[in-house]
């Protein structure tokens, strides 16, 4: 079955970086787009950014844009975020999505 594991996560400073890694599992990963999504503190799930197969197409929220990166390694059926200039807004659980199929998430925190 489809399975999707998450890494990276942790606390950091506003201005810092983190760098997102999602394993995937169970599925043909290089035929499809991956999304990573993120759900705030008392708020719904939102996409954050989109990757297509190949990885030469990608769209981000306009809330991350400039600031977060996405890309894939199809050789290691893994998707990545790197996040870059974050802010306290960005402190939320990070989730990687696939054919209705998310992780278990993890955890960033952005505060000093």
């Known amino acids: 079955q489809v399975q999707l594991v998450e890494s990276g996560g942790g606390l950091v400073q506003p201005g810092g970086s983190l760098r997102l890694s999602c394993a995937a599992s169970?599925?043909?990963?290089?035929?499809?787009?991956m999304t990573w999504y993120r759900q705030p503190p008392g708020k719904e799930r939102e996409a954050v950014a989109v990757?297509?197969?190949?990885?030469?197409?990608?769209n981000y929220a306009d809330s991350v844009k400039g600031r977060f990166v996405i890309s894939r390694d199809n050789a290691k059926n893994t998707v990545y975020l790197q996040m870059d200039s974050l802010k306290p807004e960005d402190t939320a659980v990070y989730y990687c999505?696939?054919?209705?199929?998310w992780g278990q998430g993890t955890q960033v925190t952005v505060s000093s």
């Open positions: 169970g599925y043909p990963f290089a035929e499809y787009a």
């Open positions: 990757i297509s197969v190949t990885g030469v197409s990608t």
């Open positions: 999505g696939v054919l209705g199929y």
